[in-house]
């Protein structure tokens, strides 16, 4: 059974960095493309970030270009998502999704829980 | 402003064929797969379609199609389980990104 279980989210004043991962299971995750997907209160899904499978390919929303950094390690079966500079709009759930192929514009077939990110002063 | 438009709304009855669209452009819905989402009260994303083909554990009365620029999902014999939001999703080439529909609410009356 495919499993992905985000963690490190949490408070942060703006300007401050957090890390998130999400750890896989269930699948082989080499060879696979993943991403991150944010949702901001009572709002709509709006992707973030995508990785190819071989990690060699990196995308990035508009919104967060040039502060956050997607990246896996697969010996590790983990993605991650290093966020700086943070402000208050990245205030959201931050869920990752696996993709259908190794390509990042691969649509989601699965996806984590999510974990919370809170922006404040 | 989303790159893709959906539904706002869309009810039914119980047993009720409803259907969503998803319009983009030809350089995201016109070229590539398209993703379909159920989100039930602001849960976790659940994929039930991608391109037509329907993931493991999802019913068969979830079906979807593309002509052109526009994407559908159907639900044929709506139950009250299927209550939820659902969102399409597509790569797009000209921004390099993944693009988002606003969401469509199902509603089942």
């Known amino acids: 059974e495919v499993q992905l279980v985000e963690s490190g989210g949490g408070f942060v004043q703006p300007g401050g960095s957090l890390r998130l991962s999400c750890a896989a299971s269930g699948y082989t995750f080499s060879p696979y493309a993943m991403g991150w997907v944010r949702q901001a209160p009572g709002k709509g899904l709006e992707w973030v970030s995508a990785l190819s499978g071989s990690g060699d390919d990196t995308y990035y929303a508009d919104s967060v270009k040039g502060r956050f950094t997607i990246s896996r390690d697969n010996s590790k079966n983990t993605l991650y998502l290093q966020m700086n500079s943070l402000r208050v709009e990245d205030t959201a759930v931050y869920y990752c999704?696996?993709?259908?192929?190794?390509?990042?514009?691969?649509?989601?077939?699965?996806w984590g829980q999510g974990t919370l990110v809170t922006v404040s002063s | 402003q989303s790159a893709l438009t959906q539904e706002a709304s869309v009810s039914g009855t119980v047993g009720q064929k409803v259907t969503l669209s998803c319009t983009g452009n030809?350089?995201?819905?016109?070229?590539?797969?398209v993703g379909w989402y159920q989100q039930i009260s602001h849960g976790a994303p659940k994929t039930v379609m991608f391109?037509?083909s329907l993931p493991s554990g999802i019913p068969d009365r979830f079906s979807a199609s593309k002509s052109g620029t526009t994407a559908s999902l159907t639900i044929s014999g709506l139950q009250p389980e299927d209550e939820a939001d659902y969102y399409c999703?597509?790569?797009?080439?000209?921004?390099?990104?993944?693009?988002f529909g606003p969401g469509t609410k199902v509603t089942v009356l």
């Open positions: 030809s350089n995201n819905i016109g070229s590539y797969v």
């Open positions: 999703s597509a790569w797009d080439y000209s921004l390099n990104a993944h693009v």
């Open positions: 391109g037509n």
């Open positions: 999704g696996k993709s259908l192929g190794g390509s990042g514009w691969s649509p989601h077939d699965y």
